[in-house]
Every structure is written in C-alpha cells, then in structure tokens.
T-cell receptor, first 114, second 111 residues
Framework: DTEVTQTPKHLVMGMTNKKSLKCEQHMGHRAMYWYKQKAKKPPELMFVYSYEKLSINESVPSRFSPECPNSSLLNLHLHALQPEDSALYLC?????????????FGQGTRLTVV | RKEVEQDPGPFNVPEGATVAFNCTYSNSASQSFFWYRQDCRKEPKLLMSVYSSGNEDGRFTAQLNRASQYISLLIRDSKLSDSATYLCVVNAEDSSYKLIFGSGTRLLVRP
C-alpha cells in the first residue's frame, strides 16, 4: 500500500473553475514531486520541492500553481485549465540525498477538464 | 534519440516462462536507475533499484551495463500477477531528482 495519499481520486472541473489537488506523506521525505501522466504515456515531471522550496519547474504553464505548506503536504492549485490538461496527476516523495533516491508515488488524481 | 528507450511489447508469455526486458539510456552521466511496474490506471510502483553490481529480489533480477548504457530486468517463473507495464527510469544529467521514464514495456502472462 502506498504511503503517499492523494485527494481527490477523481475530479471533473470546468475551464473556469479553481480547484486544488492535495498530497500527503508521513515517511519523513523532504523531496516531493508532481507528475502528469497522459493515457498510454509515461509520467512527465512537472515540479520538484526540496525542503519545502521549489527546486524544479519543468516550464509548466502558470495555470498550474504548486504549493508546499510543510514537509508533509504538497498542493497543486488549478485555474483556467484546458481540456488537454485532462490526465492522471501523480504526487511522489523521496528522501533528499545523492543518487539512487527511490521515489514513491501516490495513487493519483484522475482529472477531467470539461 | 529518446533519453530512455524501451521495447513497448507486448510480451505475451505463458505462466512459468522467463522473460527479459532491456532498456537503453542516452546520458552517460546518469547515476540512478530503477524499474517500476504500473498496472492499468494505477500509479507506478517501485520494483527495484538497479546497481552496478546487479541485484536480485526473488524472481526478479536487474543488471546495469554502464559501458553499453543499458539496463535489463529478468523475470523468472512468470505469474499471472506479473502482467503489467514495466517502466525503466533513469535520472537526468542535471539533477538526481529529475527522473526520466521510458515509455514502458507491456507484459501479458497467460494461463
């Protein structure tokens, strides 16, 4: 069972809505990630937080806004999304160290933009 | 050239068979290597890290060949429950956090 919990599991939102995805982990990991996965494609990295600071933004459009309120929580705020943003959004966490840092994924939020 | 390349499959094998997947990566400076499995409409789950010395976990054996820049996964005595997509993952050159996923190899184990 995953120790990374994401809510909600499913979300349908209109293009003018504002919503947030939430992610929580209690493994003491200080690195947290957002990935996006389209059907039949591999996950693609969006953001990385290390010690609650944004360390990587993979040129993600500003309609996606990440937030890391504390070491256990990671949010992704959504505003004015497009239908092509419909995907599985995965949160992951890992320790902060050199290499062979294993990342553990939550079950994901399946987002549909209508 | 893709950063991480895998044969998409599907590999269709009978129960009990041995099956091997290969993965090639383009960045010679990569230091971290993993195999994940992903079931349909589920999240990726870490199967194993891959070390230079190779590693084994039960029926699963992973090997790394740095000179040729490829990683392999061997599954012995396949079970029906092994049916999934297997993702080869390598870290990007500029960051240990930035994991690059291959497109995955689909395995179907039939009775």
């Amino acid at each position: 069972d995953t120790e990374v919990t994401q809510t909600p599991k499913h979300l349908v939102m209109g293009m003018t809505n504002k919503k947030s995805l939430k992610c929580e982990q209690h493994m003491g990991h200080r690195a947290m990630y957002w990935y996006k996965q389209k059907a039949k494609k591999p996950p693609e990295l969006m953001f990385v937080y290390s010690y609650e600071k944004l360390s990587i933004n993979e040129s993600v459009p500003s309609r996606f806004s990440p937030e890391c309120p504390n070491s256990s929580l990671l949010n992704l705020h959504l505003h004015a999304l497009q239908p092509e943003d419909s995907a599985l959004y995965l949160c992951a966490s890992s320790q902060v160290r050199g290499f062979n840092t294993e990342a553990f994924f939550g079950q994901g939020t399946r987002l549909t933009v209508v | 050239r893709k950063e991480v390349e895998q044969d998409p499959g599907p590999f269709n094998v009978p129960e009990g068979a041995t099956v091997a997947f290969n993965c090639t990566y383009s960045n010679s400076a990569s230091q971290s290597f993993f195999w994940y499995r992903q079931d349909c409409r589920k999240e990726p789950k870490l199967l194993m890290s891959v070390y230079s010395s190779g590693n084994e976990d039960g029926r699963f054996t992973a090997q790394l060949n740095r000179a040729s820049q490829y990683i392999s996964l061997l599954i012995r005595d396949s079970k029906l429950s092994d049916s999934a997509t297997y993702l080869c993952v390598v870290n990007a050159e500029d960051s240990s956090y930035k994991l690059i996923f291959g497109s995955g190899t689909r395995l179907l184990v039939r009775p």
